[in-house]
């Protein structure tokens, strides 16, 4: 069988792009360990809000000082729908929903999270100071665009720290 050189060339291109595709993906998943999360964390979506986890939503401070906020999803809000964190500290948020998939984007930041029922998503980042809207990213349902928040950032010398938690409940 004749294949023209053209056909060829661009036969051993393609092959060579898919082996790229592939090893790259492999040197990610088994050198770097790099997956998409899955089961980390269960929830159960009816018993959410009662859950220790998620009992005290808002910011909070574990046995070592870390922050964290905690937010639960469901239509068409988020609670809380305020926040005041410091600027420039690790926050540590912690979500999940009590009904569908929503989609927490905390705007102009890297701050972003599909939120799943039955499924606590979690990401830590800082930002710096200023009043940031919290928008639904995810079609929730016929009040989607309603569903926001605010997150105020304010300098660390302006900001109150709530009392340690006696023990971190993760
Ligand atoms: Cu929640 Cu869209």
């Given at each position: 069988m004749n294949i023209d050189l053209y056909e060829r060339i661009w036969m051993w291109g393609v092959a060579v792009v898919l082996a790229v595709f592939f090893a790259s993906t492999a040197v990610a998943a088994l050198?770097?360990?790099i997956h998409p999360p899955s089961h980390i964390e269960t929830i159960d979506p009816a018993k959410a809000l009662g859950d220790a986890r998620f009992r005290k939503r808002g910011v909070s401070m574990d046995a070592s000082g870390r922050l964290h906020a905690r937010v639960v999803g469901l239509m068409f809000t988020w609670l809380p729908a305020e926040m005041t964190i410091p600027a420039d500290t690790p926050v540590t948020f912690q979500l999940t929903s009590i009904d569908v998939i929503h989609g927490y984007q905390i705007v102009r930041t890297n701050g972003q999270t599909m939120v799943v029922p039955g499924y606590v998503s979690q990401f830590t980042t800082q930002f710096e100071a200023g009043d940031y809207l919290v928008t639904c990213?995810?079609?929730?349902?016929?009040g989607h665009h309603t569903m926001a928040a605010k997150l105020h950032v304010v300098p660390q010398s302006q900001w109150r720290s709530p009392t340690r938690e006696v023990a971190d409940v993760r």
């Open positions: 050198g770097h360990g990213n995810e079609y929730c349902g016929v």
